[in-house]
């Protein structure tokens, strides 16, 4: 969520009017889960750095870097 209660107003709007349902990132993994199963489309915005001692270490562009391994969880346990 935005911390401008105005510009996050403006996104949830055409997020409505283009029909995208939103889950949010406190939400648990069910509704994320559930829309797998149903083969609907599940956009994980990466916008975020895993942090120091969160994620897994991985090699990207020959340099170590962190990830969540969120994304590869919620594939593993819905079968997509």
């Given at each position: 969520p935005n911390t401008n209660t105005g510009v996050q107003a403006l996104v949830e709007r055409a997020r409505t009017t283009a029909g995208v349902h939103t889950i949010s990132k406190w939400d648990t993994a069910r509704p994320a889960v559930r829309a797998l199963r149903d083969?609907?489309?599940?956009?994980?915005?990466?916008?975020?750095?895993?942090?120091?001692?969160?994620?897994?270490?991985?090699?990207?562009?020959?340099?170590?870097?962190?990830?969540?391994?969120?994304?590869?969880?919620?594939?593993?346990?819905s079968g997509a």
């Open positions: 083969n609907r489309v599940l956009a994980i915005l990466p916008d975020q750095r895993a942090g120091k001692g969160e994620g897994l270490l991985l090699p990207m562009f020959g340099q170590a870097t962190r990830f969540y391994s969120s994304p590869a969880q919620l594939a593993l346990l």
